[in-house]
Nanobody, 125 residues
């Protein structure tokens, strides 16, 4: 029922920044907990960040805390991931995800109901 489309990925040098966007369809975006995950080749999908319905609560993986910022604009049905101080370990396909139901966070990929197709982020050293 929900379509998620990521954009903003690309190639960046170490120390650089990117901002990812995730545009969502549907009429109940404001009641979806949103999250970002990433997956490098040959590795499991990894939690990055999540944000509550109104954006008042956020939570980050230790690996990105202080460098990445998740935000949302419910009027635009869009969630963002601002990524600063990127390093080669951040190279992965980044996925946007939506969690229906309670306004509670999940750091596990199976806690989310809808997924985008992903956008590639490559950080060169």
């Amino acid at each position: 029922q929900v379509q998620l489309v990521e954009s903003g990925g690309g190639l960046v040098q170490a120390g650089g920044s990117l901002r990812l966007s995730c545009a969502a369809s549907g009429r109940t975006f404001s009641s979806y907990v949103m999250g970002w995950f990433r997956q490098a080749p040959g590795k499991e999908r990894e939690f990055v960040a999540t944000i509550s319905w109104s954006g008042g609560s956020t939570y980050y993986a230790d690996s990105v805390k202080g460098r990445f910022t998740i935000s949302r604009d419910n009027a635009k049905n869009t969630v963002y991931l601002q990524m600063n101080s990127l390093n080669p370990e951040d190279t992965a396909v980044y996925y946007c995800a939506a969690r229906m139901g309670r306004n509670e966070r999940s750091t596990y990929w199976r806690g989310y109901d809808y997924w985008g197709q992903g956008t590639q982020v490559t950080v060169s050293s």
